[in-house]
DNA sequence: CGAAGGTATGACACCGGTGTCGCCGGTGAC
DNA sequence: GTCACCGGCGACACCGGTGTCATACCTTCG
């Protein structure tokens, strides 16, 4: 074996006067091999430092072990908290990450898409919301082929391949807890028509109210796009309302951060005047003042479970694909301080 | 062809009367191609919708084309711009982008990136800071065959392969924006020890205090660990010197979120009482209260630069690997009110 | 008109693995 | 003692591309 070369399964054989086959079973792990031939290649395997070549397994076994990543970024924290989640399971498997990133709004998304897929061959794709709740691009990864995972907020009709957190519940939760803390005129900022996430928060929004015995004001609920600007622009909406909101919900923590905006620019003290709920919990969260008390849902966890169920599809199948989230509580909703 | 297998190069061969080398010839675009013939090939291609199978060429090269990722997660925003400019820069080539996020307190790290490496036969690898600061981490990918770029953020004695900005410039003028403001009491909150970037920054602030006369005061000077919590701490310190600062310059935008948190439980005011500038423009630089005024260091450019070296060495070369940044001028940062 | 040279193409081995099938020797049943 | 059976292993083709070299044909020149 010459110097600088990587060693083959045929340096393996020949050092260890085995056939190639051999030592494919030996990395195989096949059951039917003398120990003694096992633990003799083996040696040899470690003393060479011998690798198998994926791109030569990928194209015997016609199959390869890449897992590609599709979104339109979402948000940061939550790409990465999803790629981390993969990672921890991929570990220690021959299986790779690959991302790419696309743009939803790109007339060429479907194709661009395809081309992804069918050029690297992929063995399985994870998508992430909002991609995830598209049925077409689902169809289209099937059509090519890849096991499928989709991320998202909620239960699809067809919820085979899917893990998602219960938006729903979570944010009905929070109303709940907005309601213990003595509020009772909530204001409500809802995410983008068409996002499944925004309405299952909506949804839990109304859930929460209707289990107080209240009910949802116009003038104090408004649509955002889940962009800090949007939520600013919500937030000022609300606080003109003749009879402004104690307290607010909003769909998600970069909408929240702009409601804080749009109360700080009025002069308004929060969470003394204001007490805000979001949704996500970003870093960001945590960094604002006051501390964002927010919804937490557990993305790495999920990526995890969701990368099991691509790779180990019959042994992950058991596992829950829906998964609970947890109200942070901080200093962003006190009690109410009004009548 | 079987329904429901891809097509390969050999039905594109048969299907067009010709050997497979000469589809090969078609792919590779080799000039010695009689023109009816590539048109010829190259309509059987469209309509099979023959894609060549990346496995089988990297094989047949003995080089693959993933470019690996390696990171620590220095931020979520910053490694989804490099993702993101990485991509600008592969779209439309037959190259992928892997990730790999690892741990660098791990004391399987060099391990850990020695298996991802050998195990997928990367094509080449990106190192972003902390990372890419390490110079062992280097030789070990290089070792590995695979060609090598780091980001970083400051000039290395080797930058043969490196994309920098000028951390140390950028930190000099934000310094003497604040002086410009009539400060002329400026803390420093400093980043970990051993990191370049803390380095060069740190360099940059005393090279502005210089600029205009001013000396450091260690009773005013802390340092961090880029975590939120630590600038929290170090803004704590500051705050409670005997004649504490009426401006901050912190190393980065989540220590200097922290600071904001100190100050505000000291019942100060920012920025009236204490102007604070960070750096990075983190997507919470815009959206805390007051809306931090940051250094921006262009990372989808940059990484769009890095990935060019990395694919293409020769005509990508002669693009400048050495970034300016702006200073984002936002309200956390007025003229002084004191003296 | 034949040799030389260039152009367009094909035959075939090879990259580094895996699947199929067959061979060999030992064991237990009859 | 014969034979079916099985565990352990190897020969060989094959996955889908590319490199090398040979070949057929067409010019061009002496």
Redesign the pocket.
Known sequence: MAEG?????????RIS?????????V??K?????????EKVESVIAELG?????????????RNFLIGLIHDNPNAQMVLGVQEGILDTIRDTEFALVVHPVNRYSPTLAEDIRRFIEQQRLYGVMLLPPLSERDDLAELCRDLGCTLVRMGSAKLDDDEHLVASNDRQAVSEAVAWLVELGHTRIGFVAGPEGFRSANEREQGFLDGLAAAGLALDPAIAARGTYRFESGKAAGEKLLSAAEPPTAVFSSNDEMAAGILHAARERGLNVPEDLSIIGFDDTATAAQIWPPLTTVRWPIRTMARTAAAKLIRPASAASEPSFFLSDLIRRASAIPCTKG
């Open positions: 070369q990587k060693p083959t399964i045929n340096d393996v054989a006067g085995v056939s190639k086959k051999t030592v494919s079973r990395i195989n096949s059951p039917l091999l003398n120990q003694a031939t096992r011998y690798v198998p070549n994926p791109q030569a397994r990928a194209l015997a076994l016609r």
